[in-house]
């Protein structure tokens, strides 16, 4: 089906075709769709199917063995990441017979269908197969659509489906290890446990061949594949079995389904012994070692700031196990209640946390050897029970140990002198935010230290200039600022409010600007201002991500004491990377981040900043400035993503993790 032929519609689409040992038919087709199309060839063959490294406008890339879908798909979502502008990536196979027209089809209605879902991660089309011409349905799936466009699908094939260069950022890209088999299923749960939706729609239709014939036994439709892919199918259910992530539903029936063909295929189906014999083979290899050699353990994996932007967003959760000692809902409620609430159900919580970690070191003792444990800040707070340690040093035996935190949880008693001595004991390695943290450590310990600065990956992707050019668009009628924290935070920003009270009078009668203070959090900021326009937003990760983007200035006030002074700078690092200027106060770490080539530093005692000695400009000027001359602000903010890009970049720390694993994998 073409695309409906709405004027402008086009979009910047990259095609990635993974090739292995194509037809003379196969091969025509990709040449085909190589002449229409920008996008990148992956060749599994072990002999090249083309020459050189184009065909058409498309890049080509001939490996000459077969690394396995999941891997060729990668290779190409890399290079178009990397060396396109691509928005939008559609994955085809070789044998699928699609309209020239296809990719393009396929990302309208991509586009279309986000307007009404906006969490929309993957866009499937209507498979018919090659032979019979009829549509695939699932036998276990009823249909429900949600628009004439749209039906929602829990896991969806690759071939033919479309998504997004922010979506690729933040699911990430396919599971190597893998190899071939519900490679494409896995990212889709993987998604969906991100929070968003896949689907298909009818709109678009390709041809394809699942499995290479088919069969019908008792009225019901038989899929038959090579022998080789019930090695990978059995070994893959197994291991995805034992992710939380992956529908139970889907363990269950596939489990069944695995059962039932152990006993009838050698009976029913051609080969079926040598599909018997790679069955057997899968089971072995899937009930050998747990595939993940890395566990972390933090307050909540998906809630806790530290623990997801200094951890939990470098680690799919195919490559580790997340050990959330609060779920999401003990987490939002706990930190939903009062001071009253929390000395009220403090002792509970205390044998919740304590109950729940021991169950995870138990399994973890179970079933872990030769990997990594990372436990964040105190997996316990305050005491950590004997029994605790015991099975901490048990696995410290067998494992590489790593603590990570980003605070001075010593200042704020959220572990005891004992336990912090324990901790820089044990662990092989001891990643801290700051060089304050690090001298924190006992000096018989300071060799095991590195220093690593939180930061955030979820605005890779993001057009600068894009996001410049919006800012603009307000900076004439209104400068918006943005100070994102959790309510701890709130008796910070609470003092400096008079201050901006006072730039938004100024800022009004100097040039009829408004101001306004975007505060997300998980609760208001509650301040009378006469100008100043307080606008609560409740934290989300999106929320946040959005009102960042959006807003012109960034702000971090904080008083001038010992646990303050442990602060990593992240909300700072967090503005720099959208290319916001920021002003903050001259207080730790933040001393070593802020310059006045992009920013304010404010000394917390006399309200003035410290980038001069002679330099007398409070919170309130340094708003003004910032709010008056846009030539000033533009250069003041790409010095602060070039900042960002140089010492604290995403990738960098993924860089630091990924090597970090890498030496507890190939010995301590």
């Known amino acids: 089906m073409a695309n409906p032929g709405i004027e402008g519609s ?26 229409a199309h920008t996008g990148v060839i992956v060749d599994n063959s072990p002999e090249p199917a083309f020459g050189g490294d184009h065909l058409g406008r498309m890049h080509y890339v001939s490996l000459q063995e077969n690394v396995g879908v999941a891997k060729a798909q990668n290779i190409g979502s890399r290079y178009v990441l990397d060396h396109t502008e691509a928005t939008h990536i559609v994955f085809l196979d070789q044998d699928s017979t699609v309209a020239t027209s296809y990719p393009q089809d396929i990302a309208y209605y991509f586009e279309k269908i986000k307007h009404d879902f906006p969490r929309l991660a993957f866009l499937g089309p209507s498979t018919e197969n090659k032979e019979t011409g009829k549509e695939y349905k699932s036998v276990i799936h009823k249909d429900h659509a949600l628009s004439d466009d749209f039906i929602p699908r829990r896991e969806l094939i690759s071939s033919g489906g479309c998504t997004t260069r922010e979506v690729l950022a933040d699911v990430g890209l396919n599971d190597e290890r893998l190899f071939i088999d519900y490679v494409d299923f896995e990212w889709c749960w993987r998604a969906r446990s991100k929070g968003y939706i896949c689907g298909f729609t009818p709109n ?24 080789v892919r019930y090695y990978y199918q059995f070994r893959n259910h197994l291991w995805l079995s034992r992710r939380g992530y992956v529908p139970l539903q889907w363990k269950i029936n596939h489990g069944i389904k695995n059962l039932a063909r152990l006993i009838y295929f050698p009976i029913l189906v051609k080969y079926g012994g040598k599909c018997w014999k790679n069955m057997v083979r899968g089971l072995a290899a899937g009930l050998g070692p747990l595939m993940k050699t890395i566990s972390i353990y933090v307050e909540n994996a998906r809630l806790t700031p530290s623990a997801y932007y200094r951890l939990t967003q470098y680690f799919q959760p195919s490559e580790a196990r997340l050990h959330s000692a609060l779920p999401d809902c003990v987490y939002r409620w706990w930190h939903g209640l009062g001071k009253t609430g929390r000395r009220v159900f403090s002792i509970p919580l ?5 109950l729940r970690t021991l169950a995870f070191l138990i399994e973890d003792n179970l079933s872990m050897s030769n990997g990594m444990v990372i436990l964040a800040r105190a997996i316990v707070p305050r005491r950590l029970p004997s029994l605790h340690k015991y099975l901490i040093r048990r696995l410290a035996k067998r494992n590489k140990l790593v603590w990570d935190f980003d605070d001075n949880i010593l200042a704020n008693r959220r572990i005891s002198p004992a336990d912090f001595y324990f901790h820089s004991r044990y662990s092989d390695t001891i990643v801290v935010s700051t060089d304050i943290l ?54 910070y920003i609470q003092p400096i409010v008079p201050s901006l009270d006072d730039a938004a009078k100024a800022l009004r009668e100097l040039n009829g600007k408004k101001l306004s203070l975007h505060v997300v959090c998980n609760k208001p900021l509650l301040a009378e201002t006469s100008c100043l326009e307080i606008v609560n937003i409740l934290w989300d990760r999106d ?31 967090q503005y ?69 890009d140089k010492h604290f970049s995403y990738d960098k720390n993924k860089e630091f993790w990924e090597q970090l694993t890498c030496l507890s994998q190939n010995g301590r």
């Open 10 to 35: 086009a979009h910047n689409v990259a095609v990635v075709i993974v090739l292995y040992n194509p037809s003379d038919e196969e091969t025509a087709n990709v040449r085909r769709l190589s002449e």
């Open 204 to 227: 678009v239709t390709i041809k394809h061949m699942v499995g290479q014939k088919t069969i019908y036994v008792c009225g019901y439709t038989i899929i038959i594949s090579s022998p």
């Open 350 to 354: 205390y044998v919740f946390y304590v």
């Open 438 to 491: 690090m001298s924190l450590i006992d000096k018989k310990f300071v060799h095991k230290v590195k220093i690593l600065p939180t930061t955030d990956g979820d605005f890779l992707g993001y057009d600068t200039q894009k996001v410049l050019s919006q800012r603009q668009s307000l900076y004439d009628e209104e400068i918006r600022l943005v100070w994102v924290a959790t309510a701890l935070g709130l008796e």
């Open 543 to 573: 929320v946040a991500k959005k009102e960042i983007t959006n807003s012109h200035i960034g702000l971090m006030p904080l008083p001038d004491n010992e646990f303050t002074r442990g602060k990593g700078g992240f909300k700072l690092i």
């Open 576 to 644: 720099m990377s959208t290319a916001m200027p920021v002003i903050a106060s001259a207080v730790g770490f933040n001393n070593q981040i802020v310059t006045k080539d992009f920013g304010y530093l404010i000394n917390p005692s006399n309200d003035q900043t410290t980038n001069s000695p002679n330099d007398q400009t409070t919170w309130k000027d340094a708003v003004i400035e910032l709010a008056s001359d846009w030539e000033r602000y533009a250069r003041m903010a790409k010095n602060a993503k070039d900042c960002y």
